[in-house]
């Protein structure tokens, strides 16, 4: 990314570059902190056991990305050799930099998922325990599913796969970066959809605004053997305090938004739609917009000269993700420039 423009009216990039809100800092700012690695951070420790208790689970483990708590997560699961099950596209293959396979020793087996929802047979079919081929080790679900558009995995289909697992005897990890936005889109408390695995990884610096940080939630034993993996991996972080504070207030007003951020990506979506824009509406579920657009990245740097961010992920497709640092008169000003940018309306001919 270049440089900023002097005056942002929305930055759309990711729900990631929200920054910590004055409740945060107060909160950073009076944390009562420890040595984490020796598990003596009381705030640590009272976010740990609030993400364990809303999701239902005996343990959590902060650690400072979500990337780390999935791959903690896949090395806890997986003997060097196995298979991962995964839908195309998941985050802990496509964006987690090769990790499953240097960390681990493990490779994606993909099943297709339209609108990033695996069909449970598929998954069935893809499990192998034959001597002549790698066998598989675990199956991970992604909920929302970042690029397929921030879409949901309706429960039912996750009980199903669940089923499959079970008669398997393979483990089911939730890759649960935005897990909230799930629960909140379904209108269900959290547990009801993480109550199905065996991990969860949650991030609390997504769409709940915390500055840094994610937890994954399993078994004690579980969660003794992922602090060995997380100091491996680097990711002792002392007081750490400081982080957990901001987190536990991401985590007790960031839910409550969600659904604000859901109903501008909307508006921006079907507003875009009846520009002309190409944009699958049916993927618009939660608070992600992909648009396809030919030369994206020109289109990208051009509105970025106007005060609108977005990503341009690939050479045709662009990415708006809501949060809550963008609301109703920031929306308004970002549409003013991407409704009226004739460019688009050229390449869109
Ligand atoms: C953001 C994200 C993660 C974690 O990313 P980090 O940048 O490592 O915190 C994991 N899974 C999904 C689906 C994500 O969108």
Same mark, same amino acid.
């Given at each position: 990314m270049g440089a900023m423009p002097s005056s942002v009216i929305a930055d759309l990039r990711s729900d990631t570059v929200t920054t910590p809100t004055p409740e945060m800092r107060e909160a950073m700012a009076r944390a009562e902190v420890g040595d984490d690695v020796y598990g003596e951070d009381p705030t640590v420790n009272e976010l740990q056991a609030e993400v364990a208790r809303l999701t239902g689970f005996e343990a959590g483990l902060f650690m400072p990305s979500g990337s780390m708590t999935n791959q =903690?997560? /896949?090395?806890?699961? %997986? $003997?060097?050799?196995?298979? @991962? /099950?995964?839908?195309?596209? #998941?985050?802990?293959?496509?964006?987690?930099?090769?990790?499953?396979?240097? !960390?681990?020793?493990?490779? *994606?087996? !993909? @099943? +297709?998922?339209?609108?990033? =929802?695996?069909?449970?047979?598929?998954?069935?079919?893809?499990?192998?325990?034959? =001597?002549?081929?790698?066998?598989?080790?675990?199956? #991970?679900?992604?909920? +929302?599913?970042?690029?397929?558009?921030? +879409?949901? /995995?309706?429960?039912?289909?996750?009980?199903? /796969?669940?089923?499959?697992?079970?008669?398997?005897?393979?483990?089911?990890?939730?890759?649960?970066?935005?897990?909230?936005?799930?629960?909140?889109?379904?209108?269900?408390?959290?547990?009801?959809? %993480?109550?199905? !695995?065996? +991990?969860?990884?949650?991030?609390?610096?997504?769409?709940?605004?915390? *500055? @840094?940080?994610?937890?994954? @939630?399993?078994?004690?034993?579980?969660?003794?053997?992922?602090? $060995?993996?997380r100091k491996m991996l680097g990711g002792g972080m002392r007081q750490a305090g400081v982080l957990a504070a901001a987190a536990l207030v991401a985590l007790r007003d960031g839910p409550a938004r969600l659904q604000a951020d859901h109903r501008r990506a909307r508006v921006l979506a079907e507003a875009l739609a009846g520009a002309g824009y190409r944009v699958n509406l049916a993927a618009v579920q939660t608070n992600i917009i992909y648009v396809t657009l030919p030369d994206a990245a020109a289109h990208v740097a051009r509105w970025a000269e106007h005060g609108v961010l977005a990503s341009a992920l690939g050479p045709d497709s662009v990415r708006f993700v809501l949060h809550h640092q963008v609301g109703d008169d920031a929306l308004a000003g970002a549409m003013d420039v991407l409704l009226q940018d004739r460019a688009v309306a050229g390449a869109l001919k």
């Open positions: =903690v997560a /896949i090395a806890l699961h %997986t $003997r060097r050799g196995e298979e @991962v /099950i995964c839908a195309e596209g #998941s985050h802990i293959y496509e964006w987690e930099l090769g990790m499953m396979a240097a !960390f681990s020793g493990v490779v *994606p087996r !993909f @099943v +297709t998922a339209p609108l990033g =929802v695996p069909d449970p047979e598929d998954v069935r079919l893809a499990v192998r325990h034959s =001597v002549h081929q790698s066998p598989t080790g675990l199956i #991970s679900l992604e909920n +929302t599913h970042n690029k397929a558009g921030g +879409t949901i /995995i309706p429960l039912e289909v996750i009980e199903q /796969i669940r089923a499959v697992a079970d008669a398997e005897g393979l483990p089911l990890h939730l890759d649960g970066a935005r897990v909230f936005n799930a629960a909140a889109a379904l209108d269900v408390p959290l547990s009801e959809i %993480t109550r199905h !695995f065996h +991990t969860v990884s949650v991030c609390l610096s997504k769409g709940l605004g915390a *500055p @840094v940080g994610s937890v994954l @939630v399993g078994t004690a034993g579980q969660m003794k053997q992922a602090h $060995r993996y």
